[in-house]
T-cell receptor
Framework: AQKITQTQPGMFVQEKEAVTLDCTYD???????LFWYKQPSSGEMIFLIY??????QNATEGRYSLNFQKARKSANLVISASQLGDSAMYFC??????????????FGTGTKLQVIP | DGGITQSPKYLFRKEGQNVTLSCEQN?????MYWYRQDPGQGLRLIYY???????QKGDIAEGYSVSREKKESFPLTVTSAQKNPTAFYLC??????????????FGDGTRLSIL
């Protein structure tokens, strides 16, 4: 069984500063995918970035980058130059393959990020 | 525009009543999912389906039922057996191909409360 751990329930960051949100995972699979989502107070889930287990380079999408350390089983999200609109819940998630061709995605408990002006 | 539509946005249930949450997608995705989110919590998987007329239980399926009669639709019924149904329910869909970088697409959610 896989598990996603986000140990930071809440984080504060000064506007324009960088912030790292932690995520560790546990899986016995060799092939898996890691995702980060943002959930504003309105409730919708917004996809931010993806990292495949076989990707050798860390993923980047604009101000978002993923610090992937496979041996440590960590996939931390780095947000550079924080903006007030970055204030939200952030979820780490992992996709695994199950028997019968099914796929399952498991989410962590999230980190609430607040950006301070 | 393509996307996932969940309705209603807010739903109230009386004790002992079944209610059905709607989820429709026009993304031509094969896989659809239902998640439950409690305040301050992550998402927990209720049911998922990867083809029409087939679905699998997730981690917290007790007290819920689903159907997948059409590719576009994956309604969730919260039965009276679900004793604590108050939560935010999110429907998602994704492409069902091998390992790929396609994320799940989410609807805007339904907030269910007990009267």
């Amino acid at each position: 069984a896989q598990k996603i751990t986000q140990t930071q329930p809440g984080m504060f960051v000064q506007e324009k500063e960088a912030v790292t949100l932690d995520c560790t995972y546990d899986t016995s699979d060799q092939s898996y995918g890691l995702f980060w989502y943002k959930q504003p107070s309105s409730g919708e889930m917004i996809f931010l970035i993806y990292q495949g287990s076989y990707d050798e380079q860390n993923a980047t999408e604009g101000r978002y980058s993923l610090n992937f350390q496979k041996a440590r089983k960590s996939a931390n999200l780095v947000i550079s130059a924080s903006q007030l609109g970055d204030s939200a819940m952030y979820f780490c998630a992992m996709r695994e393959h199950l028997s019968g061709g099914y796929q399952k995605v498991t989410f962590g408990t999230g980190t609430k990020l607040q950006v301070i002006p | 525009d393509g996307g996932i539509t969940q309705s209603p946005k807010y739903l109230f249930r009386k004790e002992g009543q079944n209610v059905t949450l709607s989820c429709e997608q026009n993304l031509n995705h094969d896989a659809m999912y239902w998640y439950r989110q409690d305040p301050g919590q992550g998402l927990r998987l209720i049911y998922y389906s990867q083809i029409v007329n087939d679905f699998q239980k997730g981690d917290i399926a007790e007290g819920y039922s689903v159907s997948r009669e059409k590719k576009e639709s994956f309604p969730l019924t919260v039965t009276s057996a679900q004793k604590n149904p108050t939560a935010f329910y999110l429907c998602a869909s994704s492409i069902k191909t091998g390992w790929d970088n396609q994320p799940q697409h989410f609807g805007d959610g339904t907030r269910l409360s007990i009267l």
